[in-house]
């Protein structure tokens, strides 16, 4: 990670010197036609990640932030991160990510969806871990955020006062219908690690989403008996929903990150201040509180990213 700070201070400090020397010599010269051009803030940016309550509210800080800095932001939002990461990088920039996710994204895609994945407890410490698969990738985690966001499976309160049910590992040997997001079949750290790790026989997985009204539906019906979500849902209570414990931890650490082309942040190193001051601002529990707002509340994910960001002084 020295690697990227070293790079973005050089890339800033040949801008100052370049802004300070045009007086004296910029009219005169050329640039080689190969040369790297100078990096630059403002422009277009390709915003993309999934569409999901939070990943929605998070991609709006993202946009407001940096239009604010005068950059011409478009963002779409998608059902997966496999769909999106077909071109990341290439036509997208700026994705707002968990490291967990991304890190074991990559993993998965050079050795197939049932590689072991990257678990480390420390979001750090998996960034690390998967610094050789983001390099060759083309992208860039800045610092991780203190705010975390795992997978989390979810039943009805009734179902678990019935069943004397209050962690995954309860489930197993029991037959359940999975209520959850399109790619969720098969990944260690979903329906492929709850048959594997918990011995929880999954007999479908309903592609509903991800933590969206059908999931929940589906589970409240009785359709699925198990969902999935996020720790940062608000909505549970109020609905009569309750988070199974993950007692087997196969949940990798999910710390959000900002993950960008690396190409385009050698271009636009004030992207790094930026975003990362986001990321300090954010925690666990302000996320759970702004969650609710979107997914309770039903104020709208542009507004509530924006009063959060002109309270912590970021607009």
Same mark, same amino acid.
């Given at each position: 990670?020295? %690697?990227?700070?070293? +790079?973005? &201070?050089?890339?800033?400090?040949?801008?100052?010197?370049?802004?300070?020397?045009?007086?004296?010599? @910029?009219?005169?010269?050329?640039?080689?036609?190969?040369?790297?051009?100078?990096?630059? /803030?403002?422009?277009?940016?390709? *915003? !993309?990640?999934?569409?999901?309550?939070?990943?929605? @509210?998070?991609?709006?800080?993202?946009?407001?932030?940096?239009?604010?800095?005068?950059?011409?932001?478009?963002?779409?939002?998608?059902? !997966?991160r496999s769909?999106?990461?077909?071109?990341?990088?290439?036509? *997208?920039?700026?994705?707002?990510? #968990?490291?967990?996710? *991304?890190v074991n994204?990559?993993?998965?895609?050079?050795?197939?969806?049932? &590689?072991?994945?990257?678990?480390?407890?420390?979001?750090?410490?998996? &960034?690390?871990?998967?610094?050789?698969?983001?390099?060759?990738?083309?992208?860039?985690?800045?610092?991780?955020?203190?705010?975390?966001?795992?997978?989390?499976?979810?039943?009805?309160?009734? #179902?678990?006062?019935?069943?004397?049910?209050?962690?995954?590992?309860?489930?197993?040997?029991? =037959?359940?219908?999975?209520? /959850?997001?399109?790619?969720?079949?098969?990944?260690?750290?979903?329906?492929?690690? @709850? %048959?594997?790790?918990?011995? *929880?026989?999954?007999?479908?997985?309903?592609? +509903?989403?991800?933590?969206?009204?059908?999931? #929940?539906?589906?589970?409240?019906?009785?359709?699925?008996?198990?969902?999935?979500?996020?720790?940062?849902?608000?909505?549970?209570? =109020?609905?009569?929903?309750?988070?199974?414990?993950?007692?087997?931890?196969?949940?990798?650490?999910?710390?959000?990150?900002?993950?960008?082309?690396?190409?385009?942040?050698e271009q636009?190193?004030?992207?790094?201040?930026?975003?990362?001051?986001?990321?300090?601002?954010?925690?666990?529990?302000?996320?759970?509180?702004?969650?609710?707002?979107? /997914?309770?509340?039903?104020?709208?994910?542009?507004?509530?990213?924006?009063?959060?960001?002109?309270?912590?002084?970021? @607009?």
């Amino acid at each position: 990670m020295q %690697v990227r700070r070293t +790079l973005a &201070a050089a890339l800033a400090a040949g801008s100052l010197l370049l802004a300070g020397c045009a007086g004296d010599d @910029l009219d005169d010269t050329t640039a080689d036609d190969d040369s790297t051009p100078a990096a630059t /803030a403002g422009g277009p940016v390709s *915003i !993309s990640g999934q569409n999901f309550p939070e990943a929605t @509210l998070v991609a709006s800080m993202y946009e407001q932030l940096l239009a604010d800095a005068g950059y011409e932001p478009t963002v779409r939002l998608v059902d !997966s991160r496999s769909v999106y990461i077909e071109t990341f990088p290439g036509d *997208i920039d700026v994705v707002p990510e #968990y490291v967990g996710g *991304i890190v074991n994204e990559l993993n998965a895609r050079k050795l197939g969806d049932r &590689a072991e994945p990257f678990t480390a407890g420390d979001g750090e410490e998996l &960034a690390e871990q998967g610094e050789d698969l983001l390099d060759a990738a083309g992208i860039t985690l800045l610092d991780v955020s203190e705010a975390t966001d795992t997978n989390a499976f979810f039943v009805t309160q009734e #179902y678990a006062d019935e069943n004397g049910v209050s962690k995954l590992s309860d489930l197993e040997g029991e =037959s359940v219908v999975l209520a /959850a997001a399109p790619d969720c079949e098969g990944r260690l750290d979903c329906e492929g690690g @709850l %048959v594997d790790e918990y011995g *929880i026989d999954v007999t479908k997985v309903l592609p +509903l989403g991800f933590a969206s009204d059908q999931t #929940y539906q589906s589970v409240l019906d009785g359709e699925s008996q198990l969902g999935l979500t996020s720790t940062t849902d608000g909505t549970l209570e =109020s609905q009569g929903l309750v988070v199974l414990e993950d007692d087997k931890q196969i949940q990798p650490a999910q710390n959000l990150v900002p993950a960008v082309a690396t190409d385009f942040l050698e271009q636009h190193p004030d992207v790094e201040d930026l975003l990362e001051g986001l990321m300090d601002a954010l925690t666990t529990e302000n996320l759970t509180e702004l969650n609710g707002r979107v /997914a309770v509340d039903r104020e709208k994910p542009e507004d509530v990213a924006r009063d959060f960001l002109e309270q912590e002084g970021l @607009l």
